[in-house]
């Protein structure tokens, strides 16, 4: 079935130092992955997506990797900044699917100035 | 640019009523996703709608129904509303043929 794994599901750093988030899918055939930022009371906010035939991108301090091998993806985030903390959600469109994407169970980030 | 705009920000209902959710997409969006998120969790797929039509559904019960209108703008309903369905409810636009979707700030609902 359709299945995105995240971890960790809290992660706490000091201002400055980098965050990785890691996700796991079960479709080999998944072709899109996009990453949100969800602050509280507020909906999900795209940062950054991700297809299948480009194994890396980045856009300022944040930067995404993906392994189809191995069917995993991961969230870099650079020289974190307070305003980073949020709860970050990793996400797979899933083939035959339209524009269906499932959700990870989501990654709280900390950022401790 | 206007961006996903959803109302009402708040309700509260009790159990067996029915409510009523709305969604204005981007502009130039013309595919209206709604999402079902519990506190603490990831947004659950309940539908999608294009051209009118319900092209896909998450596995959410027939009490789960949805409209689209020309201008694109969408509604959710819920009828006989349970207290499992507190939840926030998000509604996501996309532009023609593409993968990415953009999300409102959501419609907090408590069912007592």
């Known amino acids: 079935g359709e299945n995105v794994e995240q971890h960790p599901s809290t992660l706490s750093v000091q201002e400055g130092d980098s965050a990785v988030i890691k996700c796991t899918y079960s479709d080999s055939a998944s072709n899109y992955f996009p990453w949100y930022k969800q602050e509280l009371g507020k909906g999900p906010q795209l940062i950054i997506d991700?297809?299948?035939?480009?194994g890396e991108k980045k856009d300022q301090r944040i930067a995404v990797t993906l392994n189809k091998t191995a069917k995993h993806f991961s969230l870099h985030i650079t020289e974190t900044q307070p305003e980073d903390s949020a709860v970050y959600f990793c996400a797979a469109l899933f083939p035959g699917g339209y524009q269906k994407v499932t959700f990870g169970t989501g990654t709280k980030l900390q950022v401790i100035p | 640019d206007a961006g996903v705009t959803q109302s009402p920000t708040h309700l509260i209902k009790t159990r067996g009523q029915q409510v009523t959710l709305r969604c204005s997409p981007k502009?130039?969006?013309?595919?209206v996703s709604w999402y079902q998120q519990a506190l603490g969790q990831g947004p659950q797929f309940i539908f999608q709608y294009y051209e009118e039509e319900e092209r896909q559904r998450g596995n959410f019960p027939d009490r789960f129904s949805g409209h689209q209108f020309p201008n694109y703008s969408s509604e959710l309903n819920v009828n006989a509303l349970l207290l499992g369905d507190s939840a926030l409810y998000l509604c996501a636009s996309s532009p023609r043929g593409s993968e990415t979707q953009y999300f409102g700030p959501g419609t907090r609902l408590l069912v007592l």
């Open positions: 991700i297809r299948s035939n480009v």
């Open positions: 502009s130039g969006h013309d595919t």
